[in-house]
């Protein structure tokens, strides 16, 4: 009986197709296969990525979208350092989009991935949010 749940597998393929396919050069590292699937994610949730962390500036930094450019990057780049509910919520959108195989390499190497995951966040929200 299946009660609405869906398979595991119907699922991860469901997962992959969503995603757009990238054309990347693969630097040498160890977690470099991982990096295309981080990438296709953040091109998929990029509208979401962009309008959550807008909402959440807005409301942490009262007028936040009226000021300077160079302020809000500095603002931007603070909340991905040091607020952990930002910070946790970006990592979620992402980390919801694993199939069962790349959550369980993520789980493995879950520091070292957030870590880049941050830091291509903060790459592509800096460059849409001024």
Known sequence: MNHGLIDVSMR????????????????IQPLAPFQEVLRSVLKLQNPLFVQFSKHFLSNKYKGYMQRDDAVKLELLHQSLKKDIPFKKTLIGLVVGMFT??????????????????????????SSQMI
């Open 100 to 125: 069962e195989t790349e959550m369980a390499f993520y789980l493995e190497n879950e520091q070292e991935i957030n870590k880049r995951l941050i830091e291509f966040l903060y790459k592509r929200l």
């Open 12 to 27: 991860d393929e469901a997962l992959i197709r969503l995603r757009p396919v990238l054309k990347l050069e693969n630097p």
